[in-house]
């Protein structure tokens, strides 16, 4: 791998990263922020919520708007953009005076993040080929599933150590970094069958089905379905999703061509890919509420408890990369889940009267975890990681290969 294809495979992995990054590292210091921040408009619940809500909605909504971006305008230049505002909104996340404009910074990140994800996928298939390109897909996968997991941890670290705004400044050092590799050694490539003509109105019905969907599912849990705003958010939601596939298919310019779906492998992917990493965030997010709201753990020993499961999934995922690029993805996109699922179904037997662990960095004695934490929460956490390990790299690859 020349030093460019390096430089370039850091930027990618580094972009994507810092997003997954955030959208997890929050969980564990939202009853601090909480505490910090008093809302004058919303319940402390509710304010909490959409700390971590908002993030994740503006970045889904986005993120078919923000790929399109990337192929039309040039996936270097978007790249660059997104590390930007990325950076600058990560900056005004850690110094928030108010939780409404922690809310507000939240959102706009998102908004930044989405630019990240879908181009530094771009950027490595335009820069990599053959075992090479599988390898670096395994690499990216595995940095984003891994820094996920280890969102928990890092914020919970920070928050035991610092403060809550140190989970978004930390940011900072790491997007400058990627900034720098971005600027010197990516090179500008741009979807050469791209239409002149970007489909804004394609843009806007998409940002409608999935923020109206995303919000109403929200905001109604937060209100228990009481007064209208759910509703009428969920049915403009449901219009904007029925309209979208008719306006492609009227479309001379579609935002999304529809012909991608007649691939099985390309519909699959995406079904697989929803379904996956759907599991993942529920699963470390119930946890998270689990572990610190019902056993007793503080943010840092919580992060703590998914780290093994980790470690297999950061060092080996690149390998089932290469593996599948050569092999092809089916079997490792068939076993992986399965594993997955196991893990999942011992997470269904741990009580509620295991051991609680208070880490505390300063405190040596409070480095090991509990007993009850080898049997309750170690063979979960080591079967979702290698689940994960096995098929992320493989799902990757087959879905910007379809």
Known sequence: MTTQKRWTLIAAVLGSGIVFLDSTVVNVALPRIGADLRSGLLGPLAAESFVYYGYLLSLSSLLILAGALNDYYGRRRMFAFGLVGFGVTSLLCGLAPSIELLIAFRVLQGAA??????????????????????????????????????????????????????????????????????????????????????????????????????????????????????????????????????????????????????????????ISTLVIYGALYVTFQFMAIYLIGTVGFNPAATGLVGIPGTLFLVLFSSRFGKLAARYGPRIFMAVGPAIMALGILWFARVPPTTDPWVFQIRHISTWVPPSTYAVDLLPGFVLFGIGLMIMVAPLTTALMTS
Request: proline share 4%.
């Open 113 to 270: 993040g989405a630019l990240l994800v879908p181009g530094s996928l771009a950027i490595i298939t335009a820069s990599f080929e053959g075992e090479e390109q599988g390898r670096a897909f395994g690499l990216w996968a595995g940095a984003s599933a891994g820094t996920t997991i280890l969102g928990p941890f890092v914020g919970g670290l920070l928050v035991e150590s610092v403060s809550w705004r140190a989970a978004f400044l930390i940011n900072v050092p790491f997007v400058l970094l990627a900034l720098y590799a971005t600027v010197r050694h990516v090179a500008e490539s741009r979807d050469e069958q791209a239409s002149s003509h970007f489909d804004w109105l394609g843009a806007l019905v998409v940002l409608l089905a999935v923020g109206g969907l995303s919000f109403g599912a929200i905001i109604g849990q937060q209100e228990n379905w009481h007064g209208a705003l759910p509703y009428v958010s969920l049915a403009i939601g449901a219009i904007a999703t029925i309209a979208f596939p008719i306006l492609m298919l009227k479309s001379k310019h579609p935002l999304v061509p529809l012909g991608l779906f007649k691939s099985r492998n390309f519909t699959v992917t995406n």
